[in-house]
T-cell receptor
Framework: DTEVTQTPKHLVMGMTNKKSLKCEQHMGHRAMYWYKQKAKKPPELMFV???????INESVPSRFSPECPNSSLLNLHLHALQPEDSALYLC????????????????FGPGTRLTVT | RKEVEQDPGPFNVPEGATVAFNCTYSNSASQSFFWYRQDCRKEPKLLMSVYSSGNEDGRFTAQLNRASQYISLLIRDSKLSDSATYLCVVIRLSGSARQLTFGSGTQLTVLP
């Protein structure tokens, strides 16, 4: 089972709202990722969690707040977003470990299409 | 200079054609390389890993040239269903974490 699930599929929110995006995987992966993708652009890395600890934050504004409550779940809390934050938000997961020479492919969820009005 | 540069495309080819995409990367510490495929309004899906020895999966062949720092993807006997955006992906260590960078993607349209 190589499935990563994300909810909701679509989200429309106002600039004063607080909402959360959720991601779940049951592949036993210990690395999870958030990406943002604008139309006709490649995904851009936002955050990386490794063993439930935040290991990379790509200078993402504080209005995006990630959370990894356990090894299967990854959340992205949204607050006071701007219209330019409208995008497809993708979650991914991968294995980790095997030493510095080993890297693993990432598996992506279907994404949440976010519109900020 | 971008860390990963990819053929901009778009590529429009007839069914049955052979088409090749290239990607170059700037960081010699890059460790792992993949090709992903993304259909319109869908998530990226792993197509294949890329190894120095080259690897083949049916009609798809991927190659890595570490000396020249580029990766390639060859699609033989193109099918209509191959129409998608193809993204090269480069992973390198960043501290203790692995950092993944996408190329900008190359759009392929296979025409009947």
């Amino acid at each position: 089972d190589t499935e990563v699930t994300q909810t909701p599929k679509h989200l429309v929110m106002g600039m004063t709202n607080k909402k959360s995006l959720k991601c779940e995987q049951h592949m036993g992966h210990r690395a999870m990722y958030w990406y943002k993708q604008k139309a006709k652009k490649p995904p851009e890395l936002m955050f990386v969690y490794s063993y439930e600890k935040l290991s990379i934050n790509e200078s993402v504004p504080s209005r995006f707040s990630p959370e990894c409550p356990n090894s299967s779940l990854l959340n992205l809390h949204l607050h006071a977003l701007q219209p330019e934050d409208s995008a497809l938000y993708l979650c991914a997961s991968s294995q980790v470990g095997g030493g510095a020479s080993k890297t693993y492919e990432q598996y992506f969820g279907p994404g949440t299409r976010l519109t900020v009005t | 200079r971008k860390e990963v540069e990819q053929d901009p495309g778009p590529f429009n080819v007839p069914e049955g054609a052979t088409v090749a995409f290239n990607c170059t990367y700037s960081n010699s510490a890059s460790q792992s390389f993949f090709w992903y495929r993304q259909d319109c309004r869908k998530e990226p899906k792993l197509l294949m890993s890329v190894y120095s020895s080259g690897n083949e999966d049916g009609r798809f062949t991927a190659q890595l040239n570490r000396a020249s720092q580029y990766i390639s993807l060859l699609i033989r006997d193109s099918k209509l269903s191959d129409s998608a955006t193809y993204l090269c992906v480069v992973i390198r260590l960043s501290g203790s974490a692995r950092q993944l960078t996408f190329g900008s993607g190359t759009q392929l349209t296979v025409l009947p």
